[in-house]
């Protein structure tokens, strides 16, 4: 009995530390691979605990070892966008200007009933009221709402052109802009693209510039 608990005051101690090296996102918020290495680290850690003959290394190496590949993963994602996107995936949008993409929603096999259910919990309960929606990589289904219902002035969120020094061409595509207007503006402002950290845009090119530390 004193093994068992001795043995759970360290996994109990370990995964913590884990968890907390690994961030401090909720269940719900996990990006799949923080997912699958969370699922994996709960039942390796049991193992020791159910089998009193099996050394703690066996549950304490794995867990480690876990732990520091994903902190590994999570800084190369960091670095390189398109490596996150094949590991994460995209967001997929489901609502632009109104209009619901019955394409995507198949794709994704949302039901109606799913998509009205994610409606009423962010306190909508007109689809007319919706301007845009988008599935993020966790699953939730992010929604922004007209600002004014009948307004040729409604307009979607802004997009990301620029994140970390990199075009996000399919920011340009959904803001229906373009490289050359890309370029003249980042010009304008006396910059190179490698220089900004961060650019949004909207459909009318009102755009916002970040610059990256250290750039004047």
Not at 70 to 95: A, E, Y
Request: hydrophobic content about 45%; proline content about 4%; some cysteine.
């Amino acid at each position: 009995m004193i093994v068992i608990v001795i043995r759970g005051i360290i996994l109990y101690a370990l995964i913590m530390a884990s968890l907390r090296l690994m961030g401090k996102r909720q269940l719900g918020e996990l990006q799949p691979s923080e997912l699958v290495v969370t699922i994996l680290i709960s039942n390796i850690a049991s193992l020791p605990l159910e089998n009193l003959s099996a050394p703690m290394l066996a549950g304490v190496i794995p867990v480690l070892t876990l732990v520091c590949l994903d902190v590994f993963m999570s800084g190369f994602m960091l670095k390189f966008h398109r490596f996150r996107r094949f590991v994460s995936g995209n967001p997929i949008i489901l609502i632009s200007h109104g209009k619901v993409n019955q394409k995507q929603l198949r794709s994704l096999r949302y039901t109606i009933d799913e998509l009205f259910e994610a409606m009423r919990e962010s306190s909508i309960y007109d689809l007319n009221d919706v301007q845009y929606a988008i599935v993020e990589n966790n699953g939730k289904i992010n929604f922004y709402e007209k600002q004014q219902q009948g307004s040729t002035d409604n307009l979607n969120p802004p997009e990301i052109i620029i994140r970390d020094g990199v075009i996000d061409h399919k920011g340009l595509i959904e803001c229906g802009l373009n490289t050359n207007w890309l370029e003249k503006t980042v010009k304008e402002n006396k910059l190179k693209v490698n220089d900004i950290f961060l650019m949004t845009s909207d459909e009318k090119a009102n755009y916002n510039i970040i610059k990256k530390d250290g750039i004047p």
